[in-house]
């Protein structure tokens, strides 16, 4: 599997290695001012995408997953 992926890699420029990924993790695990709710690309903290501050959209993926998978709406 880690020769597939670092094959694609190397294709695919937004795509790291397993190696590459696996230090980056080491990286940010250790890292003592990492706070919580916060994404990354490699070491580099993002911002999420505009889609996960959108509540609307939020509200209609909550009732689709409920009544998809019959769980109730007030957890």
């Keep these: 599997m880690a020769a597939c ?3 694609y890699a190397g294709i695919h420029p937004g795509v790291r ?7 980056d ?4 695990i250790s890292y003592p001012q990492l706070k919580n709710a916060t994404y990354w690309d490699g070491l580099r ?3 999420s995408s505009d ?6 959209r ?12 019959g769980i109730a709406k007030d957890i």
């Design 5 to 7: 992926t670092a094959g």
């Design 17 to 23: 290695s397993t190696k590459q990924s696996g230090a």
């Design 25 to 28: 993790l080491a990286h940010l």
């Design 45 to 47: 903290e993002i911002r």
């Design 51 to 56: 889609e996960s501050y959108d509540v609307e």
């Design 58 to 69: 939020a509200k209609k993926l909550w009732e689709w997953s409920t009544e998809r998978w």
